[in-house]
């Protein structure tokens, strides 16, 4: 039996079956995550048609987005053997890339119209090791919102739940030049 997962905070989740047995959420688009639907959310297509579709390091790492919004983000990736370090366990360097796509997606819904976010900052914590076949779910809600910076909270968590890395990512906002530009 399949159930709809709808998240309420960073780590909270709340379950509820799935009315009709098919991906589908109140006619929303939606994404499976061990058992549980992610419902898509309508920000997703403010990024532009086939901005998430073009290629760049979320595609080169196999990153997947599930919901994306100014107050919440929510990505995810099954661990690969190109994820990992020489020692078998996933590279710290992929947990950073997951929380800065976090951040910077929904730093990006978040700005003010005219303005664009970059990363200017980033910290992580490794906090247990992961191996290959793991999937894991990134979820990022701003700390701060204000009118030249943004701070974000990430948190990697495993399938069962645990902490696995916590993030917090700066980004400048910055003016959007018109494309060609510099």
């Given at each position: 039996r399949t159930e709809v997962?709808?998240?309420?905070?960073?780590?909270?989740?709340?379950?509820q079956p799935?009315?009709?047995?098919?991906?589908?959420?109140a006619g929303k688009?939606?994404?499976?995550?061990?058992?549980?639907?992610?419902?898509?959310n309508s920000a997703m297509s403010t990024l532009g048609d086939g901005l998430l579709?073009?290629?760049?390091?979320?595609?080169?790492?196999?990153?997947?987005?599930?919901?994306?919004?100014?107050?919440?983000?929510?990505?995810?990736?099954t661990v690969e053997k190109k994820h990992l370090q020489p020692f078998g366990y996933l590279h710290g360097g992929v947990n950073v890339s997951l929380a800065e796509s976090v951040a910077s997606i929904g730093a990006n819904l978040a700005a003010p119209e005219g303005l664009v976010a970059f990363g200017q900052e980033i910290n992580a914590n490794?906090?247990?090791p992961v191996s290959a076949g793991a999937r894991l779910l990134a979820s990022g809600r701003p700390l701060?919102?204000?009118?030249?910076?943004?701070?974000?909270?990430?948190?990697?968590?495993?399938?069962?739940?645990?902490?696995?890395?916590?993030?917090?990512?700066?980004?400048?906002?910055?003016d959007r030049k018109p494309a060609g530009h510099s």
């Open positions: 997962l709808r998240f309420i905070f960073p780590g909270a989740f709340v379950k799935e009315t009709a047995g098919r991906a589908q959420v688009k939606s994404y499976r995550f061990h058992g549980f639907i992610i419902a898509y579709e073009k290629p760049g390091l979320d595609k080169t790492l196999s990153f997947e987005y599930l919901e994306l919004g100014p107050e919440l983000v929510l990505m995810t990736f490794h906090l247990r701060h919102l204000g009118r030249s910076t943004q701070v974000w909270r990430v948190e990697i968590r495993n399938d069962a739940g645990d902490l696995v890395c916590v993030s917090r990512c700066t980004l400048a906002l910055l």
